[in-house]
């Protein structure tokens, strides 16, 4: 091997042997502490990159052994049982439907008291009774218009359909070769 990159080979030695230096310190400290150990948060910690440990199967099988040792300082986690989480979810569902409803009535309510307002400071000084009772024929009147227009809409898509089938037919029939 030529003589001048030596230096740059005993460089590159020398700054691995540092970051293993740092891993292994950072695991020693982990360990101390019961912290999670993965190769994330090592590489993190060591200030290297994840791919330097998955290079160095020896540091990576040192961080997989940690892993599997239960930290020794670490509380236990609170555990749930599936059936109260189950219960702890059907409670939440219960009182999310009871504030639903309880949020319409109070938006029905609130709709309520501010259309009597707008009417009132529309219709000053106007019977109201008068007002209300013209109000709702002219509703009845266009919803008896709106079931009379859907009915003819219904008409016409099943006319439209009839003529589209009997497109289809002729062109079906025009398309055909004849025999000479």
């Keep these: 091997m030529p003589r001048d990159t030596l230096p740059m080979r005993e460089g590159r030695r020398a700054d691995s042997e540092c970051r ?12 101390q502490r019961g912290e999670e150990i993965t190769v994330s948060s090592v590489a993190r910690r060591a200030r290297v990159d994840r791919t ?12 997989h052994a940690a892993q599997q040792v239960p930290p020794t300082d670490a509380r236990p986690a609170p555990t749930a049982s599936t ?10 569902e219960e009182r999310s439907k009871r504030l639903n409803t309880r949020v319409l009535k109070l938006e029905k309510k609130l709709s ?6 707008l009417w009132q400071d ?7 009774a008068l ?11 266009l919803e008896q218009q709106c079931a009379d227009l859907g009915l003819q809409l219904e008409e016409r898509t099943d006319e439209l359909a009839a003529a589209r089938s009997a497109n289809r037919e002729l062109m079906v029939g025009l398309n055909r070769p004849t025999a000479i």
């Design 122 to 128: 529309a219709h000053a000084g106007s019977d109201p």
């Design 20 to 31: 293993r230096q740092r891993v292994l310190e950072v695991l020693r400290l982990a360990e």
């Design 83 to 92: 059936a109260s989480l189950r219960a702890d979810l059907l409670n939440a």
């Design 112 to 117: 309520t008291v501010l259309g009597e307002h």
């Design 52 to 63: 330097f440990l998955y290079r160095h199967r020896d540091l990576l099988e040192i961080v």
């Design 131 to 141: 007002d209300v009772d013209t109000m709702r024929r002219r509703v009845e009147k």
